[in-house]
């Protein structure tokens, strides 16, 4: 949702793109309390990463102070108005059955005085759940002096109590709710003066107060906002296909048993909700997320990627710690083709805290990845990533360590890995490396692939055939050995001129092959 934020403020003149914010830790405008004040996820001995920041830093940290501050700019009404302008605030019109509409916080979100107060009319329970509580507290109120009250009058008082409390400032509420409470159940007006009446009341109705504190926080997507992964997904097309929002098909045509075309879907655009230039700017952005910032586990050689990373909070997170991990990235960015987006709904966070850079974007890598190599689109190689290839790291020592420290070792030196070996999913912490291919100490180039076996090694283990990569160049070559499992060593780019293990050799996963390059 940030970069809902950082479109409105970018096209409404609130942020320009230059303008630099600070972390300041707490955000303490509409609450001096530090104990419950929102702030950044980032710990405050690292604050310092999030200093002069523009809006492309902003997004590369997806810093929630930075978002806060350029939220409360925009304010409620704006803020909300991008969102319904990039389709978040109506269906989507895919051709499922049963989508159900994404909800943007705002007033008439939270409490929509027009609308029937249940839950099929309310967007959420909230309403319900406030006005069920301040008849309940009238209704004791008034017991406690002898008086009742039918549920006809305590349905219309907390009714007017809760409508006055949206139209009108909170500096006029408690002449407001005195003149309600002795109209509608006849209180005195000694008993509409008593903290015991007046106190819970006013408690009450400000849960469905929209105020500028709700305003930052549904800056970051947080609120009582909740969007279905296919309006996300179709906000993030508009902002790759040049600013136009599309109808979401899930078939392209059908066909008969011969391939005649029966039916066919043609592409369906809605409107266009941003300019060419400014979904080509935020763009450019979102490809900084993957190669600077928070979503750089969803970089792919030969094919750059943009997207945005996630992690949302849910109904259920103080109780059971359940959170949302997200990515939703675009590829390639020269030639968008396809947006691919990850959500992972309470993510094992005894492997890794729930982040959407950590959990979804890994996934929406192998994704995109894949997805791009069967459409056919061709890979472009940049001089960085040629020469990223011929970063080199020792093999770490593995064995011994769990599935879930192993591969965080492996992380931390530009390695991938195969678990071989029965171990049950989400039990990584636990399940020990008995043995790894290649061994401890052993220099590979960078993103080669470690084979790490767990439970009993296989007396026969998994073998392939060495590729021939003589005449390919060393992006292509690492592909190719990748996709086998095979590690590599290569001391400088060009055209493979020889090969350490001769074309069609048996080898086993995780043999290394040494190249050499002639690059004149």
């Known amino acids: ?303 750059r990627v943009a997207g945005k990373t996630g992690t949302s909070e849910t109904i259920e997170t103080t109780q059971t710690d359940r959170f949302v991990a997200s990515f939703c990235g675009i590829a390639p960015v020269d030639d968008p083709q396809i947006v691919v987006l990850v959500m992972i709904d309470h993510p094992d966070q005894r492997i890794a805290t729930a982040s959407g850079g950590r959990q979804a974007a890994p996934a929406a890598a192998e994704i995109i990845e894949k997805t791009l190599e069967y459409m056919g689109v061709e890979r472009r190689y940049t001089e960085q990533e040629q020469s990223n290839f011929l970063a080199q790291s020792p093999v770490p020592k593995l064995t011994d360590k769990s599935i879930a420290e192993a591969i965080a070792a492996l992380d931390s030196v530009g390695l991938k890995c195969k678990v071989v070996g029965d171990y049950t999913e989400g039990e990584e912490h636990k399940t020990t490396i008995v043995q790894q291919m290649p061994a401890e100490g052993i220099i590979v180039n960078r993103n080669s692939q470690v084979i790490l076996y767990v439970g009993e090694v296989p007396e026969t283990k998994t073998t392939v055939k060495v590729p021939d990569l003589v005449g390919s160049s060393l992006a292509d070559a690492y592909v190719l050995l990748k996709e086998r499992g095979l590690s590599m060593i290569a001391k400088q780019t060009g055209t493979v001129i020889s090969q350490s293990i001769e074309p069609g050799t048996v080898v086993e996963e995780g043999t290394i092959v040494t190249l050499e390059l002639n690059n004149e």
């Not at 389709?87 to 989508?99: A, C, F, R």
């Not at 008034?142 to 139209?167: I, Q």
């Open 1 to 303: 949702f940030k970069m809902v934020t950082g479109i409105g403020a970018l096209s409404e003149g609130e942020l320009q793109p230059t303008e630099t914010i600070n972390d300041e830790g707490y955000f303490t405008k509409y609450n001096k309390d530090e104990s419950t004040a929102p702030k950044c996820w980032i710990s405050a001995s690292a604050r310092s990463k999030h200093q002069n920041q523009t809006i492309i830093e902003g997004l590369n940290h997806s810093c929630n102070y930075f978002f806060y501050t350029i939220g409360d700019r925009l304010g409620e009404e704006r803020l909300y108005r991008y969102a319904s302008q990039l389709g978040l605030t109506s269906k989507t019109g895919i051709d499922l059955p049963g989508e159900v509409r994404s909800v943007v916080g705002c007033q008439t979100t939270l409490y929509d005085t027009t609308k029937a107060m249940n839950e099929a009319s309310q967007d959420t329970s909230l309403p319900i759940i406030v006005f069920n509580a301040i008849k309940k507290h009238l209704k004791n109120c008034g017991a406690s002096r002898g008086l009742e009250y039918t549920d006809e009058r305590l349905s219309a008082c907390a009714k007017r109590l809760m409508d006055m409390a949206v139209n009108y400032s909170e500096s006029q509420w408690l002449d407001n709710m005195r003149t309600i409470l002795m109209e509608e159940l006849n209180m005195s007006k000694e008993m509409v003066y008593l903290q015991a009446v007046i106190g819970d009341t006013y408690n009450y109705m400000n849960d469905i107060k929209w105020g500028g504190a709700q305003t930052i926080l549904a800056a970051i997507g947080q609120s009582v906002t909740v969007l279905t992964p296919a309006a996300v997904a179709r906000y993030v097309c508009a902002i790759a296909n040049g600013g136009y929002l599309l109808t979401p098909n899930i078939v392209s045509e059908i066909t008969d048993s011969q391939g005649n075309v029966i039916t066919r879907y043609d592409k369906e655009v809605e409107r266009q909700v941003v300019s060419e230039s400014t979904a080509k700017q935020v763009l450019a952005m979102l490809e900084g997320v993957v190669t600077t910032g928070t979503g750089h586990n969803a970089y792919v050689a030969g094919y």
